[in-house]
């Protein structure tokens, strides 16, 4: 009788069952935490042993940070019901601008010192944060989202064909003109001086540029993805993104475009360790940037919330709210300490909480626990870094564009009919969102403090969506409308 008291959120399942599910819940999603390290990393012209080590960190923080949020630590943090916790993709635009600004440890340094900055103001925000759900109704969350996917979308295109500026940008300067400029500077006195900066531009196509063989790759792993997708069935299907991943590994392993030495020489177990890339610089600009996004992050977390209380039939208090958001704020901060990003609930696991219809948190949990082994394990995450670009391209087309599409998803329960000014609202704000896509030299001309707050298109299209949402729509929000569309929001 005892156990008919206990709520299906609390039920303590077996441990072979727990850790068959938590096992599920990390697979389903591993292709999307694994990403965020790997595009900052990479923008950051990080070494591969670096990149390899974000990783690890980034998995060890998802399971400690899922472990506070579902298992709950004290009065103050979690909301104790099944939440896996992953890097919010939202803060990679803000990041990548960042890195490219500076690059190397002294960026790693600035961007963690804004992640903690967000962090300690998330938790300070959070009581307020759970209660304006209203401002941010489906025309929002819709048109934010939406401007996601098609921001990332830039980041997969460029892992299939090569970066549009370095090493594999699309012109290189011509060899014989770079052999005659040397000739020329080889005569030193017999010539004038070379001006300053002086620099030739490209003109010839770059052989390294859109390989045949890596596209190919990248459509493998593309049309396996889609296969899998439309024939298989289940959990199967729910992990098709990571089995299309493998796919493309082995083709890229039997084309010789995949080395393991990294893998060999990586150790079995190595601690994640805080600051690792000496310690955080904190910019207030960069600090508010982040926290912009946070803000952002945190209405897409409450209604996550929201909608798992709807699925889990257990009502949710802002009390509760409050608890959770503070753990991403808390999780924000732990993420800043030992070198990874922003933290947020993932939705495809909030997802896979209505397809298998489990409730218990400490499946959750046992997801966690499973995550900080994997953190613990350098040979994983050397693997995942030593993956060719052309691999994760053709996931991320699907990874990132599933984003894009969930936005259009819910903006397609918008009401234009009888309330044409929505149409201004996302029109409006996907334009704003394009700016820095098409015309990222747009603000050469305005100060450099503000910089970082106008080159992410995210901020500027959830800024411009939420006061076009206030001046047409006023604050009159509805709620349930928001966590109606928070459920369908289950691809990023």
Same mark, same amino acid.
């Given at each position: ?232 069935? #289940?959990?199967? =299907? ?5 089995? *299309?991943? $493998?796919?493309?590994? !082995? ?5 010789? &475009? ?98 298998? #219809?489990?409730? =218990? ?5 046992? *997801?966690? $626990?499973?995550?900080? !082994? ?5 040979? &994983? ?112």
């Amino acid at each position: 009788m005892a156990s008919e008291k206990i709520h299906p959120v609390d039920e303590r399942l077996p441990t072979g069952k727990l850790a068959a599910l938590g096992l599920q819940h990390v697979l389903v999603m591993y292709a999307g935490a694994i990403a965020v390290p790997l595009i900052v990393g990479r923008a950051l012209k990080l070494s591969p042993e670096q990149v390899a080590y974000l990783i690890s960190a980034d998995l060890f923080c998802c399971g400690i940070v899922t472990l506070i949020q579902s298992l709950g630590a004290t009065q103050w943090f979690g909301i104790r019901m099944p939440v896996m916790m992953g890097v919010s993709f939202a803060s990679v635009a803000p990041m990548v601008a960042m890195a490219n600004t500076t690059s190397g440890a002294e960026g790693a340094q600035l961007i963690f010192g804004a992640i903690i900055g967000a962090g300690i103001l998330s938790m300070l925000l959070a009581p307020v944060m759970s209660r304006m759900l209203r401002f941010f109704p489906p025309v929002v969350t819709g048109t934010i989202i939406a401007v996601i996917g098609i921001s990332l979308m830039r980041i997969g295109i460029n892992w299939i064909f090569g970066n549009p500026f370095g090493p594999t940008a699309p012109s290189i300067v011509n060899p014989d003109h770079a052999k005659w400029m040397a000739d020329v500077a080889a005569l030193g006195n017999a010539v004038p001086p070379m001006p300053k900066g002086m620099a030739i531009v490209g003109s010839v196509p770059n052989p390294k540029y859109a390989p045949m063989g890596g596209i190919g790759i990248a459509a493998v792993v593309l049309v396996s993805i889609l296969l899998i997708a439309k024939y298989a069935k #289940g959990f199967i =299907s729910n992990i098709s993104v990571l089995l *299309g991943i $493998l796919v493309g590994g !082995v083709v890229a392993s039997v084309m010789g &475009m995949m080395n393991f030495d990294k893998v060999a020489s990586a150790s079995w177990f190595g601690l994640v360790l805080p600051f690792q890339f000496g310690l955080p610089v904190f910019d207030p600009i960069l600090i508010l940037t982040m926290t912009l996004v946070m803000v952002v992050v945190m209405i897409e977390s409450t209604g996550m919330f929201l909608a798992l209380g709807d699925m889990t039939e257990r009502k949710v208090s802002a009390q509760d709210l409050t608890r959770g958001l503070r753990a991403d704020g808390l999780g924000t901060m732990i993420g800043g300490i030992f070198n990874t990003f922003p933290y947020t609930s993932f939705s495809q696991n909030v997802g896979l909480v209505g397809v298998t #219809g489990v409730k =218990s948190r400490f499946v959750c949990v046992a *997801g966690g $626990l499973i995550l900080i !082994v994997l953190g613990l394990a350098p040979k &994983m995450a050397a693997l995942i870094e030593s993956l060719p670009t052309v691999v994760l391209g053709g996931a991320g087309l699907v990874m990132f564009g599933m984003v894009a599409a969930t936005g259009v998803r819910i903006l397609g329960g918008v009401d234009y009919k009888s309330n044409r000014n929505n149409l201004f609202i996302v029109a409006v704000s996907i334009g704003f969102g394009m700016i820095p896509l098409i015309a990222p030299n747009f603000k050469q001309w305005m100060p450099h403090t503000i910089h970082p707050l106008i080159e992410s298109g995210i901020l500027l299209a959830s800024i411009s969506a939420v006061m076009l949402n206030f001046f047409f729509n006023g604050s009159e929000g509805d709620s349930q409308a928001a966590i109606e569309a928070a459920k369908q929001a289950d691809a990023h």
